[in-house]
C-alpha cells in the first residue's frame, strides 16, 4: 500500500522548486511531478503551496516567469532559475546538508557517547 506524501518542513518548498529548475525552465505541473518522481512520492506538493512559493520566488528575483504552451498545447507559465536563484540554491543546500547532518548525529547518537 502506498504511503501518503510526507508533510514538507518549512523552508524546503523553495529549495526543492529552485533544484527543479536546475535543469531548465518548467511550469508548475511538472516541477511538482519533477519532485514527486526524484524523492519516489514521498514528497508531494499542493498546488497552492506550490504557486505560493512561486509567486515568492518570483518577487525574490530568484525566478523569472514567462508564457508558454505545455507539451499539450495548453497555455501554462514557465519559470527559469535566475543568476541570484542558482546563489541562493547552493547557499540554502549547504544550510540543509549541515542540517540534516547534525540531525542525524542526534538521531544516531547512543546513550553512552558524549
Known sequence: ???PPLALLQGTVDLLVLKALTWGPEHGYAISRWIR???KGALGLEDAGLYQALHRLERRGWVAATWGLSENNRR???YELTELGRAQLRAESGNWRQYAAAVFRVLDARQAEG
Open 37 to 39: 518522481e526524484r524523492s
Open 76 to 78: 501554462a507559465r514557465y
Open 1 to 3: 500500500m502506498p504511503r
